[in-house]
């Protein structure tokens, strides 16, 4: 099993073994490959993965447990949730955030249920409402500088769907300026101005069958 964080574009899987996913990047001459598991290691592949040279990480450790609890200690953990959502016309939701192609998504508040903030943070960031929540997708993590913090953001996916027509609006205070209806057939064509963890959550629900391959 691995978990998968992005710094930037570039993936670190923490991983309790080498599996199918994970064996392309070992070979590469710009991948990084910790097998110990000390403070100093750490420091050094959180060192490693902000190399403009460096590609990708692999951190492995028998015990998986251990090592998320060790890693995630070195930064600032915030949870948040968000949906991929899709309308009646089976397109799915994408929003336009920071000169990217994104899904909606947010921080969690104090004393919230992650499938309450996904829902909440959907309709605030978009203006739909009455947005039905399906089943959980996946986890994905990124990590980002906030001032002197460095952030590791613990993001959980739910597919979500609305059946009425309805009008969208940007909340542009969130930095978000266009939001589209994307068919099934067009969603790849946006994934090269997106994140590289919306290919992760769009290849996720293609294998939940929530999108038409």
């Known amino acids: 099993m691995y978990i998968k964080i992005y710094f930037n574009d570039k993936p670190l899987f923490l991983c309790d073994a080498i599996d199918k996913t994970i064996r392309p990047f070992i070979h590469h001459d710009d991948a990084v490959f910790i097998d110990e598991l000390n403070a100093h290691t750490i420091k050094t592949m959180i060192?490693?993965?902000?190399?403009?040279?460096?590609h990708a990480g692999i951190f492995q450790h028998a015990d998986l447990e251990e090592l998320k609890k060790a890693f995630f200690k070195k930064f600032t953990v915030i949870s948040a949730g968000g949906g991929i959502v899709k309308n009646g016309a089976n397109k799915?939701?994408?929003?336009f955030r920071r000169g990217k192609w994104d899904l909606p998504k947010g921080k969690l508040d104090k004393g919230e249920k992650i499938e309450d903030c996904?829902?909440?943070?959907?309709?605030?960031e978009t203006g739909l409402k009455n947005v039905q929540l399906n089943f959980p997708l996946l986890v994905t993590h990124h990590t980002y500088h906030e001032g002197t913090k460095?952030?590791?953001?613990e993001s959980h996916w739910f597919t979500m769907t609305v059946t009425a027509e309805q009008k969208l609006t940007p909340q542009t205070e969130e930095d978000i300026f266009d939001i589209k209806w994307v068919g099934p057939d067009e969603v790849n064509s946006y994934l090269p101005k997106s994140f590289p963890l919306i290919?992760?959550?769009i290849e996720a629900a293609k294998q939940r069958d929530f999108i038409s391959a």
């Open 118 to 124: 996904a829902i909440r943070e959907v309709e605030e």
């Open 92 to 95: 799915i939701l994408m929003i």
């Open 47 to 54: 060192h490693e993965m902000q190399q403009p040279k460096v």
């Open 199 to 201: 290919s992760d959550i």
């Open 150 to 153: 460095f952030i590791l953001k």
